[in-house]
């Protein structure tokens, strides 16, 4: 079908353009930080013990690698949907729905996760109650407007830095702390180094968020690949000195058994502060995590890859504000039910997923010089190696349901 010079007068209304560079950076800094260090460290100290910080730094080649991707094809595809649009357009149909319903499946239960982190640092008696009711607040705050959560998110950022650095602070001056603590690199051999860097790759999935807004963003052939790199540049460096410290101040083992590791590593009256601060970076990242889910849902909605009724756009405050309730009503019920450890393994295969399929796309553009496709072949590779090595049960329930996911697929279009 030729496209024509104008927009027809059934074309689907399109999202307004006001989110700049720094916003851009914002979103995808609010994204990150709090999932890794104040969710992630844990599981992957379990693992890994100080190989932790071996594992970070692999997840963070992988990332740079698929950042990089994104970003190329985010400059070319500046739509809402991130790599479910760039395997539809790239690579067909049923790999972008793949993509699609991976990242809506695994963001989800990234969505749950920051919930129940949240409420865990916020009061743990009743860490499921706090945890229902902010996610009811955030998807409030996202029907209001995606400026309104750039906002939001801005001051978010800020008093997580403040609280790392009280936990640094309190890491530091402890009382026997020590490097001695940071010898123990392979207590499960190089495959637990391996299961902690597709776990620790949890922490560093949110710059998709600046891909999946890529509708809302200005100039986002300039602004995108600018946005990416320079927010997870910054992560990077804040997650070595937070784990680092952290390793030294009680090691391993203590992170390994707390709910709340950054909290344990601080210690005495600081604490406190790193609990608040726990509280505040798991609402930054479940803000930005719900509104880069309803958005994705919104471009398989328009695609009908979902149920149409969710390509829905609210007319004041230009939003997919029913793909928000919906996305908020089942993160609601996962509340409930859901382990915040048990679920990251799962979140961080799907998203590996995902993110093969980026990588793989970035492939395909004709414009790819030398320099960009060893990056996606990196990317590629590393996330498929980073998906097989985590731990068995999160891989079979990852493939477990994307599988259902593609035989859904298959009996819609076997019914027309």
Known sequence: MTASSGPAPDDPPSLERRLGLGDAVVIGLGSMLGAGVFAAFGPAAAVAGSGLLIALALAAVVAYANATSSARLAAVYPESGGTYVYGRRRLGDPWGFLAGWGFVVGKTASCAAMALTLGAYAWPEHARTVAAAAVVVLVVVNLLG?????????VLVVLVFLALAAVVAGAVT???????????WFPQGPLGVLQAAGLLFFAFAGYARIATLGEEVRDPARTIPRAIPLALGIVVVV??????????????????????????????PLAV???????????GVL????????RTTLAMARDRELPHVLAAIHPRSRVPHRAEIVVGVVVL???????VR????????AVLVYYAIANASALTLREAGRRSTAIAVT????????AATLPPVSLLAGLGVLLVGLLGRAVRLRRG
């Open 146 to 154: 995606v400026s309104k959560t750039a906002g939001v998110t801005r």
């Open 287 to 294: 803000l930005s995590l719900l509104a880069g889910v309803a």
């Open 333 to 339: 019920v996962l509340v409930t039910t859901t382990d």
């Open 273 to 283: 502060v790193v609990r608040v601060g726990g509280a505040v970076a798991a609402a």
């Open 379 to 386: 990317g590629l590779v590393g996330c498929v190696v980073l």
């Open 239 to 268: 997650y070595a000195v937070v784990g680092a410290t952290a390793l030294a101040a009680v090691g391993p083992a203590a992170l390994a058994a707390s709910p709340t590791p950054l909290a344990t590593a601080a210690g005495g």
């Open 174 to 184: 402890t009382p026997d702390a020590g490097a001695d603590r940071l010898v123990d």
């Open 342 to 349: 048990a679920v990251i393994g799962f979140s961080s295969f």
